[in-house]
Structures are given as structure tokens and as C-alpha cells.
């Protein structure tokens, strides 16, 4: 082994640690923020976004048992209005929580 071989591999060695110890952040992900309380503001928007998706599974589940009860209740050739625009919001909310889980 030659002084150069060691020195190369020292600087590579060096050069590795210092990167493993940089934060690690994905392409086109802004760092982090800290409220002047230390809470992160990216756990803030995910508490956040979690109690809406829940207010929203909640809607859902009053809305699909309406939706139940109008489909027993209409005759098998008529659909509501009512029905249809039932069916149209709680696919709408079902998105929109999928959406929020994915991020």
C-alpha cells in the first residue's frame, strides 16, 4: 500500500461521513420549519390534514347510511336527486382522502 492509496481512501472515507451526516431530503422537498414554540410545522399540517381526513370518513359513513336508507325506500326503477348527489359527494370525499394519505 502506497501513501497515496491511504489518502485517497481517507478523503473517500471522509467524504461519505459527511454526507450520511447531512440531513437527507428527497428532490423538490423544502426543509423543514420550526414554529418559535419548536413544534415542526410539517407534523402540525399532518395533524391536521388527520383530523380532517377523520371529520370526513365520519361524513361519509352519515351519508352512506342516508344513502342506504333512500335506496330501500325508492322503487328499483326511480333514483333521487338527492341519491345521486349523495353518491357524487361521498365519492368526492373518498378522493380527497385517498389524496391526503398519499402524500
Not at 377523520?54 to 338527492?82: H, P, T
Amino acid at each position: 500500500m502506497t501513501f497515496g492509496y491511504i489518502v485517497r481512501v481517507g478523503v473517500a472515507a471522509l467524504a461519505l461521513a459527511c454526507l450520511s451526516a447531512a440531513p437527507q431530503q428527497t428532490p423538490g422537498q423544502e426543509p423543514d420549519v420550526k414554529f418559535p414554540d419548536g413544534k415542526s410545522q410539517r407534523e402540525e399540517i399532518l395533524k391536521q390534514e388527520h383530523q380532517k381526513s377523520l371529520r370526513d370518513v365520519k361524513e361519509i359513513l352519515e351519508m352512506a347510511g342516508q344513502l342506504q336508507a333512500n335506496l330501500e325506500k325508492d322503487d328499483y326503477l326511480v333514483l333521487s336527486v338527492s341519491s345521486l348527489k349523495k353518491a357524487e359527494r361521498i365519492e368526492k370525499l373518498a378522493r380527497q382522502i385517498r389524496a391526503r394519505i398519499q402524500r
